[in-house]
C-alpha cells in the first residue's frame, strides 16, 4: 500500500491541501485514494509512535489504524495530513535546531508503516517569517514561549531534511518552499493524492483566497477555466500575472516586532534560507519542487 505522509510544517500548510483532498474524496476513491480526516489517526498514530519510542511496542498497529479510518479493503494509498505527526507545534523548534524531536518520532513512524511503500511531503518556510509567526501562535504563548532562546541564524531546514533521509532512507522525500505554494499548488495535490485528474480539484482555487483580495481567487479560476494552460509553465505564468494584479499585501505582512529584528537582520536570514533550499536540492532521495 502506498501511504503519503504530508508533515507539514507547521505554519505553512494550515490544513489547506487536506481539506482540499477531502473535498475531492469521491473522485479519489474512485481510484483507490484514500484522504481522513485527522481526527480519525491523529491521536492513535501519535500514542503508537510513543509506544514504539519508548522501547514497549506497537503491536498490529498499523491495522489498529485502517480499522479506525475504516480503510476499504482495495484501498491503493492513503494520505496522511497532519504536522502533528512530527510533533506538537510548541516542539516544533527550540534554540538552534527545527523539530529537535524528530529522531524518535520519524523511527517510530518508520516502524509503525514498515513494509509499505511511504512518501514524505513536508514544506519549510523562511525562518525570517517562521519565526515571528511561531512566537505569536498562542499554543505557543500559552506555554510561555519567547524568542530570547532563539539563535535564528543557527536555523537550517537541511538539517532536518537530512534527518528524515538518515533515519527513514527507504521514503521517497518531496520538499517545497511555502513561498513558492501559489506557483506549484495544483502540482502538489496532483503529487500528494497520486492521481492526475482529467479537471482540476474541486475547490483548489481556494487556497489563493489566502493571498489575494476579494474576488481574486474566482477571477484566477474562471480565466483557467476559459482558458485551459497547456502546461505547468503557462499555469505558473497567468497565476504569477493574477498575483501581481490581486495580491493582498497585508495578508501576506509577518510582524517581526516580536522579535526585535531589524531590517538588516531579516535580510540575512532570507539569504540564509536560500542557501539552505540550496542545500536542500543537494541531499540525496529529495526532491525539492519549485516553479
Given at each position: 500500500?502506498?501511504?503519503a505522509?504530508?508533515?507539514?510544517?507547521?505554519?505553512?500548510?494550515?490544513?489547506q491541501?487536506?481539506d482540499?483532498?477531502?473535498?475531492?474524496?469521491?473522485t479519489?476513491?474512485q481510484?483507490?485514494?484514500?484522504?481522513?480526516?485527522?481526527?480519525?489517526?491523529?491521536?492513535?498514530i501519535i500514542e503508537?509512535?510513543?509506544?514504539?519510542a519508548?522501547g514497549?511496542?506497537?503491536?498490529?498497529?498499523?491495522?489498529?489504524i485502517?480499522?479506525?479510518?475504516?480503510?476499504?479493503?482495495?484501498?491503493?494509498?492513503?494520505?496522511?495530513?497532519?504536522?502533528?505527526?512530527?510533533?506538537?507545534?510548541?516542539?516544533?523548534?527550540?534554540?538552534?535546531?527545527?523539530y529537535?524531536?524528530?529522531?524518535?518520532r520519524?523511527?517510530?513512524?518508520?516502524?509503525?508503516?514498515?513494509?509499505?511503500?511511504?512518501?514524505?511531503?513536508?514544506?519549510?518556510?523562511?525562518?525570517?517569517?517562521?519565526?515571528?509567526?511561531?512566537?505569536?501562535?498562542?499554543?505557543?504563548?500559552?506555554?510561555?514561549?519567547?524568542?530570547s532562546e532563539?539563535?535564528?541564524?543557527?536555523?537550517?531546514?537541511?538539517e532536518?531534511?537530512?534527518?528524515?533521509?538518515?533515519?527513514?532512507?527507504?521514503?521517497?522525500?518531496?520538499?517545497?518552499?511555502?513561498?513558492d505554494t501559489?506557483?506549484?499548488?495544483?502540482?502538489?495535490?496532483?503529487?500528494?493524492?497520486?492521481?492526475?485528474?482529467?479537471?482540476?480539484?474541486?475547490?483548489?482555487?481556494?487556497?489563493?483566497?489566502?493571498?489575494?483580495?476579494?474576488?481574486?481567487?474566482e477571477?484566477?479560476?474562471?480565466?483557467?477555466?476559459?482558458?485551459?494552460?497547456v502546461?505547468?509553465?503557462h499555469?505558473q505564468?497567468?497565476?504569477s500575472?493574477?498575483?501581481?494584479?490581486?495580491?493582498?499585501?497585508?495578508?501576506?505582512?509577518?510582524?517581526?516586532?516580536?522579535?526585535?529584528?531589524?531590517e538588516?537582520?531579516?535580510?540575512?536570514l532570507?539569504?540564509?534560507?536560500?542557501?539552505?533550499?540550496?542545500?536542500?536540492?543537494g541531499?540525496?532521495?529529495?526532491?525539492?519542487?519549485?516553479?
Amino acid at each position: 500500500m502506498e501511504i503519503a505522509l504530508h508533515l507539514g510544517a507547521h505554519l505553512t500548510d494550515e490544513t489547506q491541501l487536506r481539506d482540499c483532498l477531502q473535498a475531492n474524496r469521491a473522485t479519489l476513491a474512485q481510484q483507490g485514494v484514500m484522504v481522513p480526516r485527522a481526527r480519525s489517526y491523529l491521536n492513535m498514530i501519535i500514542e503508537a509512535a510513543n509506544h514504539v519510542a519508548s522501547g514497549h511496542g506497537a503491536p498490529d498497529a498499523l491495522n489498529r489504524i485502517l480499522q479506525a479510518i475504516d480503510a476499504p479493503a482495495d484501498a491503493r494509498r492513503l494520505v496522511f495530513s497532519a504536522p502533528g505527526l512530527l510533533s506538537k507545534l510548541p516542539d516544533a523548534m527550540d534554540g538552534t535546531r527545527f523539530y529537535p524531536g524528530a529522531e524518535r518520532r520519524l523511527a517510530a513512524l518508520r516502524h509503525i508503516f514498515a513494509g509499505q511503500d511511504v512518501e514524505i511531503f513536508i514544506a519549510i518556510r523562511n525562518p525570517a517569517s517562521f519565526v515571528p509567526a511561531y512566537l505569536t501562535a498562542s499554543r505557543v504563548q500559552e506555554k510561555g514561549g519567547s524568542g530570547s532562546e532563539i539563535v535564528s541564524e543557527n536555523l537550517r531546514w537541511s538539517e532536518l531534511i537530512s534527518e528524515i533521509r538518515r533515519v527513514w532512507p527507504e521514503a521517497k522525500v518531496t520538499v517545497w518552499c511555502d513561498e513558492d505554494t501559489p506557483f506549484i499548488w495544483h502540482r502538489l495535490l496532483r503529487l500528494v493524492s497520486g492521481i492526475e485528474p482529467e479537471h482540476e480539484f474541486t475547490g483548489s482555487f481556494e487556497w489563493f483566497k489566502s493571498v489575494m483580495v476579494d474576488g481574486g481567487a474566482e477571477k484566477l479560476a474562471a480565466y483557467l477555466d476559459r482558458s485551459p494552460p497547456v502546461d505547468e509553465a503557462h499555469r505558473q505564468r497567468v497565476i504569477s500575472v493574477f498575483l501581481d494584479k490581486f495580491c493582498d499585501e497585508d495578508k501576506l505582512e509577518i510582524d517581526v516586532s516580536v522579535t526585535g529584528w531589524d531590517e538588516m537582520r531579516v535580510d540575512v536570514l532570507s539569504e540564509l534560507y536560500e542557501e539552505d533550499t540550496d542545500t536542500i536540492s543537494g541531499v540525496d532521495g529529495v526532491t525539492l519542487l519549485q516553479p
